[in-house]
């Protein structure tokens, strides 16, 4: 991804998800203004590492540190800084992750609403063409569109509520404790990176899609491909921002037993 084909307002939607994803660490600082310091430090450091990484890694160009660049990617930052110095870690975090869950939840909850569409669609598809000799491409094509929306959307929700797929031999017997130890280390060693790496493909990928306002192969398909390929950083900052209240639980799970 090369920094000057994004916006500067998606740098800055960068820049407030990089200090989200940070912001559960900050509850295990002592004081207003530690909390604001640990949180600067760690977002310097983590920042640095992660320009190395992509320097030497394959296929992943680092972004050019211009002067805009680093205006708008540190705002947030800064302002996010400026919140921990007035409430602190814990006070924050408090504020912070249930405005997080109940976003992540009602779009979970949107995708109840968009299995029923599908349904509905499906089976008129079903009918148009059985009964009356009518196969709409566009109709089928909507099956597809929705399906996709109802997974992307629901990725975050799933996380939140634990109906994801997980290996849990040895984490459904272990203590608070060591679930928010697993918890908090699952976030910051596999999700956030994950995330992180997949928005940074998939943002130049979806603005390629914008640019030429990419529609259906069939003439009478849905001219919409760009939008639903816009559900894919959405469903990675859905994932994440789930990752981070579940990864603020565990900080706060972790303080209280300390």
Same mark, same amino acid.
């Given at each position: 991804?090369?920094?000057?084909?994004?916006?500067?307002?998606?740098?800055?939607?960068?820049?407030?998800?990089?200090?989200?994803?940070?912001?559960?660490?900050?509850?295990?600082?002592?004081?207003?203004?530690?909390?604001? &310091?640990?949180?600067? %430090?760690?977002?310097?450091?983590?920042?640095? =590492?992660?320009?190395?990484?992509? @320097?030497?890694? /394959? #296929? !992943?160009?680092?972004?050019?540190?211009?002067?805009?660049?680093?205006?708008?990617?540190?705002?947030?930052?800064?302002?996010?800084?400026?919140?921990?110095?007035?409430?602190?870690?814990?006070?924050?975090?408090?504020?912070?992750?249930?405005?997080?869950?109940?976003?992540?939840?009602?779009?979970?909850?949107?995708?109840?609403?968009?299995?029923?569409?599908?349904?509905?669609?499906?089976?008129?598809?079903?009918?148009?063409?059985?009964?009356?000799?009518?196969?709409?491409?566009?109709?089928?094509?909507?099956?597809?569109? &929705?399906?996709?929306? %109802?997974?992307?959307?629901?990725?975050?929700? =799933?996380?939140?509520?634990?109906? @994801?797929?997980? /290996? #849990? !031999?040895?984490?459904?017997?272990?203590?608070?404790?060591?679930?928010?130890?697993?918890?908090?280390?699952?976030?910051?060693?596999?999700?956030?990176?994950?995330?992180?790496?997949?928005?940074?493909?998939?943002?130049?990928?979806?603005?390629?899609?914008?640019?030429?306002?990419?529609?259906?192969?069939?003439?009478?398909?849905?001219?919409?491909?760009?939008?639903?390929?816009?559900?894919?950083?959405?469903?990675?900052?859905?994932?994440?921002?789930?990752?981070?209240?579940?990864?603020?639980?565990?900080?706060?799970?972790?303080?209280?037993?300390?």
């Amino acid at each position: 991804m090369q920094g000057a084909t994004i916006s500067p307002v998606l740098w800055s939607a960068l820049g407030l998800l990089y200090a989200l994803a940070l912001l559960p660490v900050t509850a295990f600082a002592r004081g207003r203004a530690m909390s604001a &310091l640990v949180f600067l %430090v760690l977002a310097a450091g983590v920042f640095v =590492a992660a320009i190395l990484f992509a @320097h030497f890694a /394959v #296929d !992943i160009d680092p972004p050019k540190l211009s002067t805009e660049f680093i205006i708008v990617f540190a705002a947030p930052i800064a302002a996010l800084a400026a919140a921990l110095a007035v409430w602190g870690g814990e006070g924050l975090l408090a504020k912070a992750a249930p405005l997080i869950e109940r976003l992540v939840r009602g779009l979970g909850r949107v995708s109840i609403v968009l299995v029923l569409a599908m349904a509905a669609i499906q089976f008129s598809a079903v009918i148009l063409r059985y009964v009356f000799g009518v196969n709409l491409i566009a109709v089928q094509e909507s099956v597809t569109y &929705l399906h996709g929306a %109802v997974f992307l959307l629901a990725g975050g929700y =799933a996380l939140l509520t634990d109906d @994801h797929v997980r /290996v #849990d !031999i040895f984490y459904r017997d272990a203590g608070p404790r060591k679930k928010a130890v697993v918890d908090l280390a699952g976030f910051y060693l596999l999700l956030a990176p994950f995330c992180f790496v997949a928005l940074w493909a998939a943002v130049p990928y979806v603005a390629n899609s914008w640019a030429v306002r990419e529609g259906s192969v069939e003439q009478s398909g849905i001219k919409g491909v760009y939008l639903l390929k816009t559900l894919i950083p959405i469903y990675l900052t859905l994932l994440l921002l789930a990752g981070a209240a579940l990864a603020a639980r565990a900080a706060a799970i972790l303080r209280k037993s300390g």
